[in-house]
């Protein structure tokens, strides 16, 4: 059973910081296509970023510039650094994985198996 564990999250101020990260529990982080996504209050879920096996990124274009999305195979470990915070960027944030074999092309379109609980980041002026 893979589990998802995300962490980082919390309060910052409009123009500010936060560095997410996600602690996957598999053999190896690598043969993963891993994204983020973030649901707002009373909006739909919403593709953040993604990264395949081989480390290439794609973006929403609500993000793009200001967050990237990174991982460490070593430390099976997921990241999403946030800058340039803006309160539309409050949300539950979701870390998701699927094996890399299971999905043509990585994305926030691909069909995640696996999903963490997610973890609440709110921006604030």
């Known amino acids: 059973q893979v589990r998802l564990v995300e962490s980082g999250g919390g309060s910052v101020e409009v123009g500010g910081s936060l560095r997410l990260s996600c602690a996957a529990s598999?053999?190896?982080?690598?043969?993963?296509?891993m994204a983020w996504f973030r649901q707002a209050p009373g909006k739909e879920r919403e593709g953040v970023a993604a990264?395949?096996?081989?480390?290439?990124?794609s973006y929403a274009d609500s993000v793009k510039g200001r967050f990237t999305i990174s991982k460490d195979n070593a430390k099976n470990t997921l990241f999403l650094q946030m800058n340039s915070l803006k309160s539309e960027d409050t949300a539950m944030y979701y870390c998701?994985?699927?094996?890399?074999?299971?999905?043509?092309?990585?994305?926030?379109?691909?069909?995640?198996?696996?999903w963490g609980q997610g973890i609440l980041v709110t921006v604030s002026s």
């Open positions: 998701a994985a699927v094996p890399s074999l299971w999905v043509g092309y990585c994305s926030v379109l691909s069909q995640f198996e696996y």
């Open positions: 598999v053999y190896r982080i690598s043969s993963y296509c």
């Open positions: 990264i395949d096996s081989g480390g290439r990124t």
